[in-house]
C-alpha cells in the first residue's frame, strides 16, 4: 500500500517539474526575439530509486541551465568593436573626402588652375590693367578656396568633438545602466534569465562604443573593463570618464588646436587606451586624421604646409621683379598675406593684403637679365617646374595637392572596405552566437511535445494508481 | 535570439545593403557621367585627373596667348612690308635727286616728298594693335617715336626702345616675338648710347660760368636701374676752359669721379663724354653695360641747351637718320650728301629685310607652338576622359544586374518557410 501512496507522490510531483519544464519553454518561446536572450532550458534529475530502503525514484527539477556562451559573446563583442570604429571612421572620412575636388574644375585644384591661366594671359600683355586686374581677382579667389577648405575641415573637426562627447557620455550612460542591473544581480537576481538578457544587450552595445572585457564575479554581478585596462565598472561602483582638450604650454605649432584626451573621474589619461571601437574611431579622426590636414600643437598639416609655401613662392617671385623700371625702380609687392604667428591656420588666414590693386603686379624681371613679362611667365610656368624652389616635398604645388587628396581617398576607401567587412564578419559572429545560445522553435516545440507526453503519462499513472487505491480500499470495507 | 534560417536577417540586410549601394554608385556615375567623382572612387586616378586637367587648362590659355601673339606678328610683318616700300619711294626719290635736270627748287619739292615719307614711317613705328603699340618694345602704352625736325635724325624717342617681352610655348619654352622701332628704324652705333633727354649743360666751346667764374658747374642724370641720381661736378676755370679738348677732359675726370662714387661703382670710361658738331653734350656708354642715362630735368646751370639731345651715334643702317640726312641734303642742294644718304638707305633697307625675316621667323615659331599645343591638349583631354568618364555600358550593366539581384534577394527571403513544429501542433 505504501507503494501505492508512494507511486502518487512520485508522479504528483513529476507533474509539477513537467509543469516547471513546460514554464522554461514557454519563456523561451515568449522571449525568442527579446535581444540578448539566451535560451534556458530546465534541468532534470532523476531521484533515487530504491524500493529496499523506500525510496521511490521520480524526477525532481535542477538548475535552470543557461546556454549562452562567452566565447561567442566575445567574438561578437570583437566584431562590434571594429564595426564601430570602422563605421566610425568611413563616415568622417566621406566629409573630409568631400572637401577635396577630384576634378581640377572646382574648389582649391580649380582656383589655382585659374590663377595660373590668369598669371599666362598677364604676361602677353604685361601693362594691361584688366589682364592685372584678372590676376588679382584670381589671386584672391585661392585664398577663398584655402579659406573654404580650412572652415569645412574645421567644422568636421568640431562635429567630431561633439561625436566624441556624445560618445563618452553615451559609455557612461550605458556603464551605469549596467551598474543597475549588478544591483539587482547582487540582490539575488544572478540566475534571470531576463536580467541577463538586459544586461548582455547593454554590454553588446558598449562593445560597439569601445572594446570591452567582463569579469563574472562569484555573485553573478560583473565588471567591465575598457580594452582590458580600464577599469569601468566594478560591481556596482562605476568609474565615468571625459573629455579634455590639454593646451601645451610650449607647442611647436602656436595656436594650433589641442588634441582630445579621455580622463576618468579622477582625471587618470586613458587615451592611449581607448582605442578601437566608436570612441577608438573618433579619437583617430580628430587626434590624427584632420590634424594631419590642417594641424594641431605639433604639426602644420598638409593643407597650411601647401598655402603657405605657395603663398611664399608666388610672393618671392613677384617681389624679385619690379613694378616699374624706373629709375628709380619700383619693387614688386606680395600678393598673398597670412597670421605668421598662427602657423596651424594659413590657410584659414591667407589672404589678398587689403587695398592690393593690379597696379602693384611686378611684371619686370630684373635677373638675370631684364625681361618685360619675366615674373608673370615664370608665375605661369609654376605648375611645369622642376625648381626645388617651386616645390613641395618634390612636387608641384598641384601635384601636393593631389597628394593630399588621393591620401584621403585611400584612406576612405580602406575604411569603407573595412565597414564591409566587418559587417559580414559581425553577422557571422551574431549567427554562430545565435545557433549556440538562440531558441529554435522547431526545439522548443519538439520539447513541449515531450514535456506534454510526460505529463500526460504522469497523469495516467496517477489516475491508474488512484483506481487501485480505490479497488484496495474497497477490498477492506 | 531567434537561431535558425530566421536567425540571418542581419545578414540579408546586409547583403540589401550592399546590392543598394552598388545600385546608388552606378546611377550616380551615369548621371554625372563621371566614374570618380570622390577620391575614393579610385584613389590611384586622382593624381592623373588633376595634373591632366591643370595641363589642358594651362595648354588652352597658351593657345589664347599664341593667337594674341600672332595677330601682333602679323601686323607687325605687314607694317614692315609697308615700311619697306615706302623705302623704296625714298630711295627712289633720292635717285631723282641725283638726276642732270634736277635743281635746286625739285630738290626741294623731293625734300618734302621725303619728309612726308619720313612722317608715314613714323606712323608705321607707332603701329597699333588692340591700343597696344607693337613696335614699342617694353612699353607699349607710348608711341614710340615722333616726329622732330630739330633731331638730328628727324625723330624724337619717346620710350626707352627695348623689346624684352617674350612669349611662350607649350613646353614653357620663351623667345622674344618683337623687335622695338629703335630696334628697327633707329638703330644705335656699335656702342650703345645713353641718352640725356634735357640737356642741362652747354659746352660751346667753354662752360660757361662767365656769371659764377670758377665755380662749379653740375648736371645729374640717371643710370637706369641704379637707385642714386648720378651727379658729375665740372670744376669751373677762371674765364672759362681754353679748348673743347680741356673741358672734355674735366667733364670726363668729373664723370669718372661720379661714376666711381655711385651706387654701385662702375669703371673709369664707363660712359665717355664728347661734344658734338652742335656743341652738346653727348655721352655714350663703353658697350660692357647696356643702360641708358636720363636727365632728371632739374635746371642745374645758368644756361639751358635746347632740348633734344638724341642718343649716341646712330648705326649706319639707322633708317632715321639716313631718311633725315637726305632730306637734310635734298634741301641743301648737297649731292655728295644724297650719295651718302643713298647708301645709308641701302643699308637701311637690308637691316628691315633682316627685321622682316625676323618677324616671319616668329610667326613660324608660333604657327609650330600651336600645332604642339593643339596635339598636346588632344592627347590630354583623350586620356582625361578614358580615366575619369564613366563607362557607360558597364554602369548600365551593372544597374541592371543589381536591380535583379536585389528584386531576387528580397523574393527569395520572402519565399523563407514561415511554418515551425508549433503550426502542426494540435
Same mark, same amino acid.
Given at each position: 500500500?505504501?507503494?501505492?501512496?508512494?507511486?502518487?507522490?512520485?508522479?504528483?510531483?513529476?507533474?509539477?517539474?513537467?509543469?516547471?519544464?513546460?514554464?522554461?519553454?514557454?519563456?523561451?518561446?515568449?522571449?525568442?526575439?527579446?535581444?540578448?536572450?539566451?535560451?534556458?532550458?530546465?534541468?532534470?534529475?532523476?531521484?533515487?530509486?530504491?524500493?529496499?530502503?523506500?525510496?521511490?525514484?521520480?524526477?525532481?527539477?535542477?538548475?535552470?541551465?543557461?546556454?549562452?556562451?562567452?566565447?561567442?559573446?566575445?567574438?561578437?563583442?570583437?566584431?562590434?568593436?571594429?564595426?564601430?570604429?570602422?563605421?566610425?571612421?568611413?563616415?568622417?572620412?566621406?566629409?573630409?573626402?568631400?572637401?577635396?575636388?577630384?576634378?581640377?574644375?572646382?574648389?582649391?585644384?580649380?582656383?589655382?588652375?585659374?590663377?595660373?591661366?590668369?598669371?599666362?594671359?598677364?604676361?602677353?600683355?604685361?601693362?594691361?590693367?584688366?589682364?592685372?586686374?584678372?590676376?588679382?581677382?584670381?589671386?584672391?579667389?585661392?585664398?577663398?578656396?584655402?579659406?573654404?577648405?580650412?572652415?569645412?575641415?574645421?567644422?568636421?573637426?568640431?562635429?567630431?568633438?561633439?561625436?566624441?562627447?556624445?560618445?563618452?557620455?553615451?559609455?557612461?550612460?550605458?556603464?551605469?545602466?549596467?551598474?543597475?542591473?549588478?544591483?539587482?544581480?547582487?540582490?539575488?537576481?544572478?540566475?534571470?534569465?531576463?536580467?541577463?538578457?538586459?544586461?548582455?544587450?547593454?554590454?553588446?552595445?558598449?562593445?560597439?562604443?569601445?572594446?570591452?572585457?567582463?569579469?563574472?564575479?562569484?555573485?553573478?554581478?560583473?565588471?567591465?573593463?575598457?580594452?582590458?585596462?580600464?577599469?569601468?565598472?566594478?560591481?556596482?561602483?562605476?568609474?565615468?570618464?571625459?573629455?579634455?582638450?590639454?593646451?601645451?604650454?610650449?607647442?611647436?605649432?602656436?595656436?594650433?588646436?589641442?588634441?582630445?584626451?579621455?580622463?576618468?573621474?579622477?582625471?587618470?589619461?586613458?587615451?592611449?587606451?581607448?582605442?578601437?571601437?566608436?570612441?577608438?574611431?573618433?579619437?583617430?579622426?580628430?587626434?590624427?586624421?584632420?590634424?594631419?590636414?590642417?594641424?594641431?600643437?605639433?604639426?602644420?598639416?598638409?593643407?597650411?604646409?601647401?598655402?603657405?609655401?605657395?603663398?611664399?613662392?608666388?610672393?618671392?617671385?613677384?617681389?624679385?621683379?619690379?613694378?616699374?623700371?624706373?629709375?628709380?625702380?619700383?619693387?614688386?609687392?606680395?600678393?598673398?598675406?597670412?597670421?605668421?604667428?598662427?602657423?596651424?591656420?594659413?590657410?584659414?588666414?591667407?589672404?589678398?593684403?587689403?587695398?592690393?590693386?593690379?597696379?602693384?603686379?611686378?611684371?619686370?624681371?630684373?635677373?638675370?637679365?631684364?625681361?618685360?613679362?619675366?615674373?608673370?611667365?615664370?608665375?605661369?610656368?609654376?605648375?611645369?617646374?622642376?625648381?626645388?624652389?617651386?616645390?613641395?616635398?618634390?612636387?608641384?604645388?598641384?601635384?601636393?595637392?593631389?597628394?593630399?587628396?588621393?591620401?584621403?581617398?585611400?584612406?576612405?576607401?580602406?575604411?569603407?572596405?573595412?565597414?564591409?567587412?566587418?559587417?559580414?564578419?559581425?553577422?557571422?559572429?551574431?549567427?554562430?552566437?545565435?545557433?549556440?545560445?538562440?531558441?529554435?522553435?522547431?526545439?522548443?516545440?519538439?520539447?513541449?511535445?515531450?514535456?506534454?507526453?510526460?505529463?500526460?503519462?504522469?497523469?495516467?499513472?496517477?489516475?491508474?494508481?488512484?483506481?487501485?487505491?480505490?479497488?484496495?480500499?474497497?477490498?477492506?470495507? | 535570439?531567434?537561431?535558425?534560417?530566421?536567425?540571418?536577417?542581419?545578414?540579408?540586410?546586409?547583403?540589401?545593403?550592399?546590392?543598394?549601394?552598388?545600385?546608388?554608385?552606378?546611377?550616380?556615375?551615369?548621371?554625372?557621367?563621371?566614374?570618380?567623382?570622390?577620391?575614393?572612387?579610385?584613389?590611384?586616378?586622382?593624381?592623373?585627373?588633376?595634373?591632366?586637367?591643370?595641363?589642358?587648362?594651362?595648354?588652352?590659355?597658351?593657345?589664347?596667348?599664341?593667337?594674341?601673339?600672332?595677330?601682333?606678328?602679323?601686323?607687325?610683318? %605687314? &607694317?614692315?612690308? +609697308? !615700311?619697306?616700300? @615706302?623705302? /623704296?619711294?625714298?630711295? *627712289?626719290?633720292?635717285?631723282?635727286? =641725283? $638726276?642732270?635736270?634736277?635743281?635746286?627748287?625739285?630738290?626741294?619739292?623731293?625734300?618734302?616728298?621725303?619728309?612726308?615719307?619720313?612722317?608715314?614711317?613714323?606712323?608705321?613705328?607707332?603701329?597699333?594693335?588692340?591700343?597696344?603699340?607693337?613696335?614699342?618694345?617694353?612699353?607699349?602704352?607710348?608711341?614710340?617715336?615722333?616726329?622732330?625736325?630739330?633731331?638730328?635724325?628727324?625723330?624724337?624717342?619717346?620710350?626707352?626702345?627695348?623689346?624684352?617681352?617674350?612669349?611662350?610655348?607649350?613646353?614653357?619654352?620663351?623667345? %622674344? &616675338?618683337?623687335? +622695338? !622701332?629703335?630696334? @628697327?628704324? /633707329?638703330?644705335?652705333? *656699335?656702342?650703345?648710347?645713353?641718352? =640725356? $633727354?634735357?640737356?642741362?649743360?652747354?659746352?660751346?666751346?667753354?662752360?660757361?660760368?662767365?656769371?659764377?667764374?670758377?665755380?662749379?658747374?653740375?648736371?645729374?642724370?640717371?643710370?637706369?636701374?641704379?637707385?642714386?641720381?648720378?651727379?658729375?661736378?665740372?670744376?669751373?676755370?677762371?674765364?672759362?676752359?681754353?679748348?673743347?679738348?680741356?673741358?672734355?677732359?674735366?667733364?670726363?675726370?668729373?664723370?669718372?669721379?661720379?661714376?666711381?662714387?655711385?651706387?654701385?661703382?662702375?669703371?673709369?670710361?664707363?660712359?665717355?663724354?664728347?661734344?658734338?658738331?652742335?656743341?652738346?653734350?653727348?655721352?655714350?656708354?663703353?658697350?660692357?653695360?647696356?643702360?641708358?642715362?636720363?636727365?632728371?630735368?632739374?635746371?642745374?646751370?645758368?644756361?639751358?641747351?635746347?632740348?633734344?639731345?638724341?642718343?649716341?651715334?646712330?648705326?649706319?643702317?639707322?633708317?632715321?637718320?639716313?631718311?633725315?640726312?637726305?632730306?637734310?641734303?635734298?634741301?641743301?642742294?648737297?649731292?655728295?650728301?644724297?650719295?651718302?644718304?643713298?647708301?645709308?638707305?641701302?643699308?637701311?633697307?637690308?637691316?628691315?629685310?633682316?627685321?622682316?625675316?625676323?618677324?616671319?621667323?616668329?610667326?613660324?615659331?608660333?604657327?609650330?607652338?600651336?600645332?604642339?599645343?593643339?596635339?598636346?591638349?588632344?592627347?590630354?583631354?583623350?586620356?582625361?576622359?578614358?580615366?575619369?568618364?564613366?563607362?557607360?555600358?558597364?554602369?548600365?550593366?551593372?544597374?541592371?544586374?543589381?536591380?535583379?539581384?536585389?528584386?531576387?534577394?528580397?523574393?527569395?527571403?520572402?519565399?523563407?518557410?514561415?511554418?515551425?513544429?508549433?503550426?502542426?501542433?494540435?
Amino acid at each position: 500500500m505504501s507503494s501505492l501512496f508512494a507511486a502518487l507522490q512520485t508522479s504528483a510531483n513529476a507533474l509539477g517539474v513537467f509543469e516547471k519544464a513546460m514554464g522554461t519553454v514557454q519563456n523561451n518561446v515568449t522571449n525568442a526575439s527579446t535581444p540578448g536572450y539566451a535560451a534556458q532550458s530546465l534541468e532534470l534529475t532523476a531521484r533515487p530509486f530504491q524500493p529496499g530502503n523506500n525510496l521511490w525514484g521520480g524526477v525532481a527539477a535542477g538548475n535552470t541551465l543557461d546556454s549562452r556562451n562567452q566565447f561567442a559573446e566575445q567574438a561578437v563583442w570583437t566584431q562590434s568593436q571594429l564595426l564601430g570604429s570602422a563605421k566610425q571612421k568611413s563616415a568622417a572620412l566621406a566629409s573630409i573626402e568631400s572637401q577635396f575636388d577630384v576634378t581640377g574644375t572646382s574648389g582649391l585644384p580649380g582656383m589655382m588652375n585659374k590663377l595660373s591661366s590668369a598669371f599666362s594671359a598677364w604676361g602677353t600683355s604685361p601693362d594691361d590693367v584688366t589682364a592685372r586686374t584678372q590676376v588679382v581677382s584670381a589671386a584672391k579667389d585661392v585664398a577663398q578656396a584655402f579659406n573654404t577648405a580650412f572652415a569645412n575641415l574645421q567644422s568636421v573637426q568640431s562635429q567630431s568633438e561633439t561625436q566624441l562627447a556624445g560618445t563618452v557620455g553615451q559609455i557612461n550612460q550605458v556603464v551605469s545602466e549596467i551598474k543597475t542591473i549588478n544591483e539587482q544581480i547582487g540582490q539575488g537576481g544572478g540566475k534571470d534569465a531576463g536580467l541577463q538578457a538586459q544586461i548582455y544587450t547593454k554590454l553588446q552595445t558598449l562593445s560597439g562604443l569601445t572594446p570591452i572585457t567582463v569579469q563574472t564575479a562569484p555573485n553573478g554581478t560583473l565588471s567591465v573593463l575598457m580594452n582590458g585596462q580600464v577599469q569601468l565598472l566594478t560591481g556596482t561602483e562605476q568609474t565615468t570618464l571625459h573629455i579634455a582638450y590639454p593646451t601645451s604650454a610650449n607647442p611647436a605649432i602656436p595656436g594650433g588646436s589641442a588634441s582630445a584626451a579621455i580622463l576618468t573621474d579622477n582625471n587618470q589619461d586613458v587615451t592611449v587606451k581607448a582605442t578601437g571601437g566608436q570612441l577608438g574611431g573618433l579619437l583617430e579622426v580628430r587626434n590624427s586624421t584632420i590634424p594631419a590636414l590642417i594641424g594641431d600643437q605639433s604639426q602644420s598639416g598638409s593643407l597650411n604646409q601647401l598655402a603657405k609655401s605657395f603663398a611664399d613662392r608666388v610672393n618671392n617671385i613677384l617681389k624679385a621683379g619690379v613694378i616699374a623700371a624706373g629709375p628709380p625702380p619700383v619693387p614688386g609687392k606680395a600678393v598673398f598675406t597670412y597670421d605668421t604667428s598662427l602657423l596651424g591656420a594659413v590657410a584659414g588666414t591667407l589672404t589678398i593684403p587689403p587695398g592690393f590693386g593690379a597696379g602693384d603686379l611686378a611684371a619686370i624681371q630684373t635677373t638675370p637679365t631684364t625681361v618685360n613679362n619675366g615674373i608673370p611667365n615664370q608665375l605661369a610656368n609654376l605648375q611645369n617646374s622642376s625648381d626645388p624652389a617651386d616645390q613641395i616635398a618634390g612636387s608641384t604645388f598641384s601635384g601636393f595637392y593631389a597628394k593630399i587628396a588621393t591620401n584621403v581617398g585611400n584612406q576612405a576607401s580602406a575604411a569603407n572596405d573595412l565597414q564591409s567587412s566587418q559587417t559580414d564578419l559581425l553577422n557571422q559572429a551574431e549567427n554562430l552566437r545565435s545557433e549556440v545560445s538562440g531558441v529554435d522553435l522547431n526545439e522548443q516545440a519538439a520539447k513541449l511535445l515531450e514535456y506534454q507526453k510526460a505529463y500526460e503519462a504522469s497523469s495516467k499513472i496517477i489516475s491508474v494508481v488512484n483506481q487501485m487505491t480505490s479497488e484496495l480500499m474497497d477490498l477492506i470495507h | 535570439m531567434l537561431s535558425g534560417i530566421h536567425g540571418q536577417d542581419g545578414t540579408f540586410l546586409t547583403g540589401l545593403d550592399r546590392i543598394e549601394s552598388r545600385i546608388s554608385k552606378a546611377s550616380q556615375s551615369i548621371t554625372s557621367g563621371m566614374r570618380v567623382n570622390v577620391a575614393s572612387d579610385d584613389p590611384s586616378a586622382v593624381a592623373p585627373i588633376l595634373r591632366y586637367q591643370e595641363q589642358i587648362n594651362h595648354l588652352t590659355q597658351v593657345q589664347s596667348n599664341l593667337v594674341v601673339a600672332q595677330s601682333d606678328g602679323t601686323s607687325a610683318d %605687314n &607694317a614692315l612690308q +609697308s !615700311a619697306t616700300s @615706302i623705302l /623704296d619711294n625714298i630711295s *627712289s626719290l633720292a635717285s631723282q635727286g =641725283l $638726276t642732270l635736270s634736277a635743281d635746286s627748287n625739285s630738290r626741294k619739292i623731293l625734300s618734302d616728298q621725303v619728309q612726308a615719307l619720313q612722317s608715314q614711317l613714323v606712323s608705321i613705328a607707332n603701329t597699333q594693335v588692340r591700343g597696344n603699340y607693337i613696335f614699342g618694345g617694353d612699353n607699349r602704352n607710348t608711341p614710340p617715336y615722333t616726329l622732330d625736325p630739330t633731331s638730328p635724325n628727324g625723330v624724337a624717342q619717346n620710350t626707352p626702345g627695348i623689346a624684352t617681352l617674350t612669349v611662350m610655348d607649350a613646353n614653357g619654352f620663351t623667345r %622674344n &616675338a618683337s623687335l +622695338s !622701332a629703335r630696334e @628697327i628704324f /633707329d638703330t644705335p652705333g *656699335s656702342t650703345p648710347g645713353v641718352v =640725356l $633727354t634735357d640737356a642741362t649743360l652747354v659746352a660751346a666751346p667753354a662752360l660757361d660760368d662767365t656769371a659764377n667764374p670758377g665755380i662749379a658747374q653740375s648736371f645729374t642724370f640717371r643710370i637706369q636701374g641704379q637707385e642714386t641720381p648720378l651727379t658729375v661736378s665740372v670744376p669751373g676755370v677762371a674765364g672759362g676752359y681754353a679748348t673743347q679738348a680741356s673741358l672734355l677732359t674735366a667733364v670726363q675726370g668729373a664723370l669718372d669721379m661720379a661714376l666711381a662714387a655711385g651706387t654701385p661703382p662702375l669703371a673709369a670710361g664707363t660712359i665717355t663724354a664728347r661734344t658734338d658738331a652742335n656743341g652738346y653734350l653727348r655721352f655714350k656708354g663703353n658697350g660692357t653695360q647696356a643702360f641708358t642715362v636720363t636727365d632728371d630735368g632739374a635746371d642745374d646751370t645758368a644756361k639751358d641747351s635746347p632740348a633734344g639731345i638724341g642718343a649716341g651715334n646712330p648705326g649706319a643702317d639707322n633708317i632715321f637718320a639716313a631718311v633725315s640726312s637726305l632730306s637734310v641734303a635734298l634741301l641743301s642742294d648737297d649731292t655728295d650728301g644724297i650719295k651718302t644718304a643713298i647708301a645709308s638707305l641701302k643699308l637701311g633697307n637690308a637691316h628691315l629685310q633682316t627685321s622682316n625675316a625676323f618677324y616671319g621667323n616668329v610667326l613660324n615659331w608660333i604657327n609650330n607652338a600651336q600645332s604642339t599645343a593643339a596635339e598636346q591638349s588632344a592627347n590630354l583631354t583623350n586620356a582625361m576622359h578614358v580615366l575619369q568618364d564613366t563607362d557607360m555600358p558597364a554602369a548600365i550593366t551593372t544597374l541592371t544586374t543589381s536591380n535583379t539581384a536585389l528584386e531576387a534577394a528580397i523574393s527569395a527571403h520572402a519565399s523563407l518557410p514561415t511554418k515551425t513544429l508549433f503550426d502542426y501542433l494540435g
